[in-house]
């Protein structure tokens, strides 16, 4: 512990001590753990569009039939032509409901839909007005996604679990806006053209088209938000190359994570302060590597280097409230995609120290 000084009161010498106390964890140490294979022609859909695979549970598309898998690799079939649907595919999942697209015959427009873990719960979610939609995200009871009008242009649109309740994000004078994320009361994506200032235009609402705030950073050429917890936004800042971003709330706030040496970056997925997605090494082959980040370029690691040899590209698209990331990454040797757990340990957390010299500190400012 470092020497603190003299001359202090009671009440300084505790807080100096509470600040100058060596930390009894180490950095983060992250452990590969294979879930599940998934065979193919059953392999996930919609990456670089939305978060797929939820604490392991992966949504995609085999088959022309949407299915989903949950955490111990069994399958969920959510096909839907029993309800009308000629193929669909699922794009996102939160744990509990799942959302994509479906054709009601082949070659037709797509509709946005919405399931709770059946292919008879299938909802369709596409607005009457519009003539084609998908549902990239889903957290709880809203949906986010995008649907193009009779002109071909794309519209953000917020669902809650109906078609009668789409809500268009897109701000007033944008020419195209996509709603890529949702949770925590916040939506994100991006927007092009009208006033907006730049090529495009990460943006955040809070449920509507006039809460829009502008995050591309000033002199950026364009940025997108890919997902949000409510607090973050992360996505990525085309910065001479695509630098993974993050956000709180502003464009002021915006915080490059892209990690030096790579060469570029994209950030998929927020929580439990944790930012996760990918990094290209220009040095290997089969170089996508999947990244954590705990709030700055330098906190990077490398998840990608921590496979056996055999595995191929890795994506990180998750975390839980143990720090543990997901992700997926393509297994040569099975020729399947797997659902990969990055299983923390050494997290910090509180130390009893810590908790009696703050309890210390409390009791000594209610006395002053």
């Known amino acids: 512990?470092?020497?603190?000084?003299?001359?202090?009161?009671?009440?300084?010498?505790l807080l100096c001590l509470f600040a100058c106390q060596t930390p009894l964890h180490a950095d983060v140490i992250y452990t590969p753990k294979v879930l599940y294979s998934i065979p193919n022609p059953y392999y996930p859909s919609g990456l670089f569009q939305s978060v797929f695979d939820f604490q392991g549970q992966i949504v995609g598309a085999g088959t022309s039939q949407a299915v989903a898998y949950d955490a111990s690799g069994s399958p969920i079939s959510l096909s839907s032509q029993s309800s009308g649907y000629y193929a669909t595919g699922a794009l996102a999942t939160d744990g509990q409901s799942q959302v994509g697209d479906g054709i009601l015959v082949y070659n037709g427009p797509g509709h946005a839909l919405l399931w709770q873990g059946s292919s008879?719960?299938?909802?369709?979610?596409?607005?009457?007005?519009?003539?084609?939609?998908?549902?990239?995200?889903v957290s709880g009871a809203y949906q986010a996604g995008r649907a193009l009008d009779a002109n071909g242009n794309s519209h953000a649109i917020l669902w809650n679990g109906t078609a009668a309740s789409a809500i268009d994000l897109t701000p007033g004078?944008?020419?195209?806006?996509?709603?890529?994320?949702?949770?925590?009361?916040?939506?994100?994506?991006?927007?092009t053209g009208g006033t907006l200032p730049s090529y495009y235009s990460a943006l955040l609402w809070t449920g509507s088209a006039g809460s829009v705030i502008n995050l591309n950073p000033a002199g950026e050429f364009?940025?997108?938000?890919?997902?949000?917890?409510?607090?973050?936004?992360?996505?990525?800042?085309?910065?001479?190359?695509?630098?993974?971003?993050?956000?709180?709330?502003?464009?002021?706030?915006?915080?490059?994570?892209?990690p030096a040496g790579?060469?570029?970056?994209?950030?998929?997925?927020?929580?439990?302060?944790?930012?996760?997605?990918?990094?290209?090494n220009p040095s290997i082959e089969y170089n996508d590597m999947a990244m954590v980040w705990s709030g700055s370029a330098a906190s990077a690691v490398n998840l990608g280097v921590l496979l056996p040899s055999n595995f191929a590209d890795s994506y990180a698209l998750s975390t839980?409230?143990?720090?543990?990331?997901?992700?997926?990454?393509?297994?040569?040797?099975?020729?399947?995609?797997?659902s990969i757990e990055w299983v923390a340990s050494n997290v910090p957390?509180?130390?009893?120290?810590?908790?009696?010299?703050?309890?210390a500190v409390s009791l000594l400012v209610r006395r002053r």
């Open 262 to 280: 790579y060469e570029l970056s994209i950030a998929y997925g927020v929580g439990n302060g944790l930012q996760v997605g990918y990094a290209v």
């Open 120 to 137: 008879t719960s299938v909802v369709d979610l596409h607005p009457s007005n519009m003539t084609s939609s998908v549902a990239y995200s």
């Open 173 to 191: 004078g944008a020419t195209n806006a996509v709603a890529y994320g949702v949770g925590g009361g916040q939506e994100v994506g991006f927007g």
């Open 222 to 258: 364009g940025s997108v938000a890919y997902a949000t917890d409510g607090s973050q936004q992360v996505g990525y800042v085309l910065a001479g190359n695509y630098h993974a971003y993050l956000w709180s709330g502003t464009a002021a706030s915006a915080v490059d994570l892209h």
């Open 320 to 338: 839980d409230a143990s720090g543990d990331v997901y992700g997926f990454s393509y297994d040569s040797n099975a020729s399947a995609f797997d």
């Open 349 to 359: 957390e509180p130390t009893s120290i810590s908790i009696v010299l703050i309890a």
């Open 1 to 13: 512990m470092e020497t603190c000084g003299k001359g202090f009161s009671a009440l300084g010498v």
